[in-house]
């Protein structure tokens, strides 16, 4: 792990469109390899998108075009780790652009620890999660509650997790999530049986997540985002 010392830059998009938000965190990643920015944490909330990972296809891909396109939701193709998954409002999304020459070169151990922050995330607000053998992500009572795929270049990461807070689970509907038939999928708001503050979460996630990585926050303040990438590809609220 990194020293207490290390800084964590914490950036709030605000709701973002998935293939724009993709465009930023290709652009952070750039200029963190460069050594331009620190280690930084993103946080959105997106349209409605399928997204379908490098190892997935569209057989795990439910819904009609027409279908789709009755509920708005877009279909995206992507490079993060896994298969196809869905992305919107209610959701909180973290992605993580940090060095892990830092902290440790291990991608298996840094799943691991993203799905430490969000265990510890929730337990904040009374709720139990749980890994399962031979899945990544994180789990209530059997149910995907989180959602976890990555990427790395030169061990710089982007792509991250999808926490279900106050999502509309039936779009999972449309989609086989994450190419798993057997078990379903459940959210925040399912579990406590009330809604849940999108911000606060979002507030929680991001302390867990510095205290498992052992670096301290630093957040951005009201900064817009475009201050930390070449153009405004990302808006905030």
């Known amino acids: 792990m990194t020293s207490a010392e290390t800084q964590l830059l914490v950036l709030h998009a605000g709701r973002t469109d998935y293939a724009r938000c993709w465009s930023l965190q290709r652009s952070l990643l750039e200029r963190r390899l460069a050594g331009v920015l620190p280690d930084l944490l993103l946080l959105t909330e997106h349209d409605h998108v399928y997204t379908i990972g490098a190892a997935g296809g569209e057989d795990h891909l439910l ?6 396109a009755e509920r708005g939701v877009a279909v995206v193709r992507t490079d993060r780790g896994g298969d196809i998954t869905y992305h919107g409002p209610g959701q909180l999304v973290a992605y993580p652009i940090i060095d892990l020459h830092g902290f440790y070169l291990d991608l ?11 265990l510890r995330t929730i337990r904040r607000f009374g709720i139990r999660g749980e890994r399962l053998p031979g899945y990544t992500g994180v789990w209530v009572a059997g149910e995907k509650i989180c959602a976890i795929g990555v990427r790395s270049r030169r061990w710089v990461t982007m792509h991250g997790l999808a926490l279900n ?16 038939f057997e078990r379903g999928v459940t959210s925040m708001r399912e579990v406590l049986g009330q809604p849940a503050d999108l911000r606060e979460v979002g507030a929680s996630l991001a302390e867990e997540f510095a205290r498992v990585f052992g670096v301290s926050m630093a957040p951005a303040g009201d900064r817009d985002v475009s201050e930390f990438t070449r153009e405004a590809v990302c808006p905030c609220p």
Do not use: A, K, M
Not at 108 to 118: A, F, I, M, P, S
Not at 165 to 180: A, E
């Open 108 to 118: 298996h151990r840094y799943l691991r620890d993203l799905e430490e922050t969000v």
């Open 165 to 180: 807070v106050n999502t509309d689970l039936s779009f999972y509907g449309g989609i086989i999530p994450c190419g798993i």
């Open 63 to 68: 819904w009609r075009r027409d279908q789709r």
